[in-house]
């Protein structure tokens, strides 16, 4: 992927650089402020913008979206546990809270808020304050953004190719 996407920075710039040298007599007076080198500099800058341009879409494959839906359910199914006050449960799932927790990792505010909670219900969990961690898991599971589960049916990503797949050893 970077060895096509350097190739193609190098393409770019021949390519300005080729249109500079053919083309800007048509186009500059000889007496003109602004020389070829100018010109190839600004052909450049512009190529490099435009390939940087497409890792801003490096957030925009799925992650998130993958954290709330794999590691959502198995948070709410802790919702017997929560009610029964059985801690160590809560305790056990502590990875996939963490896990899920990724899901905010764009929006930064949400993310120290529930962070700070999750922090919170572990602590509470961990100190066996069974009413605490029913109400901090009730503010928890009650965010809009989970809600969105109990929503929306389960993604199919059977065709999703993974990199466990990519690597495996025969």
Do not use: C
Request: hydrophobic share 40%.
């Amino acid at each position: 992927m970077a060895r096509g996407r350097a190739l193609s920075a190098v393409v770019l710039l021949v390519a300005a650089s080729v249109a500079v040298r053919t083309g800007l007599p048509a186009f500059l007076t000889p007496g003109s402020e602004f020389s070829r080198r100018d010109a190839l500099a600004v052909a450049s800058g512009a190529a490099v913008a435009t390939l940087g341009a497409q890792t801003a879409w490096a957030d925009a494959q799925g992650e998130p979206n993958t954290a709330l839906f794999k590691y959502g359910p198995p948070i709410l199914k802790l919702k017997d546990a929560v009610e029964k006050g059985d801690v160590d449960e809560v305790l056990r799932k502590e990875n996939k809270f963490k896990l899920l927790n990724g899901y905010w990792r764009n929006q930064p505010e949400q993310y120290k808020e529930v962070n700070m909670l999750t922090e919170q219900i572990l602590d509470a969990a961990a100190e066996g304050k069974t009413k605490e961690v029913k109400d901090l898991y009730a503010q928890y599971v009650n965010r809009p953004d989970i809600k969105i589960i109990t929503t929306y049916p389960k993604p199919n990503v059977f065709h999703v190719v993974g990199t466990s797949n990519s690597m495996a050893v025969r």
